[in-house]
T-cell receptor
């Protein structure tokens, strides 16, 4: 029972263009959502989050969009840089439980 | 160091042996989590400690897995009678209570069961 799904295992974009990473969830009890970035041999690093009362949150080059009716969120990176090449995980949580459920991850490659 | 520290970074063991993995969370963080990442998979939740509350063990895959957190700080994940399918990277994370899910991860322990 995969409550959080990232259906694209990989994505390749050109430097300077937009990267769009997608995530779908099934549990309507989730009320906050996060994106993490992971480099090889390192732990995931928090990138950006959004609560269910918002539909957009922006931090520099990173913007997360939440569509509650579709149970879908996306991460936009503009402009993409080679240093953004990493595995990106979306995660969802419920403030009732305090724990996160992670997706399978999407490997982003930004080509110079 | 200010971050989450895990040891050992790598562990190779023989099938049937017991292993202990250690996690030192960020000082002052009341919540501590263990996850597992098998090859090509996402992060699988294992167990969650929050302050003095009973831990949420709902993610532990079998009774061979257990974890404890002593004094509200350091945690140890123990796997008894290891199997080859236990081979994975075990990640620990900690967070401040009430920070709505922002967890800070260690670099993980890569466990290989031969």
């Amino acid at each position: 029972d995969q409550q959080v799904k990232q259906n694209s295992p990989s994505l390749s974009v050109q430097e300077g263009r937009i990267s769009i990473l997608n995530c779908d969830y099934t549990n309507s009890m989730f009320d906050y959502f996060l994106w993490y970035k992971k480099y090889p041999a390192e732990g995931p690093t928090f990138l950006i989050s959004i609560s269910s009362i918002k539909d957009k949150n922006e931090d520099g080059r990173f913007t997360v969009f939440l569509n509650k009716s579709a149970k879908h969120l996306s991460l936009h990176i503009v402009p993409s840089q080679p240093g953004d090449s990493a595995v990106y995980f979306c995660a969802a949580g419920s403030s009732n439980t305090g724990k996160l459920i992670f997706g399978q991850g999407t490997t982003l490659q930004v080509k110079p | 160091g200010a971050g989450v520290s895990q040891s050992p970074s790598n562990k190779v063991t023989e099938k049937g042996k017991d292993v202990e993995l250690r996690c030192d969370p960020i000082s002052g963080h009341t919540a501590l989590y263990w996850y597992r990442q098998s090859l090509g998979q996402g992060l699988e939740f294992l167990i969650y400690f929050q302050g003095n509350s009973a831990p949420d063990k709902s993610g532990l895959p079998s009774d061979r897995f257990s974890a404890e957190r002593t004094g509200g700080s350091v945690s140890t994940l123990t796997i008894q009678r290891t199997q080859q399918e236990d081979s994975a990277v075990y990640l620990c994370a900690s967070s401040l209570e009430g920070t709505f899910g922002i967890q800070y991860f260690g670099a993980g322990t890569r466990l290989s069961v031969l």
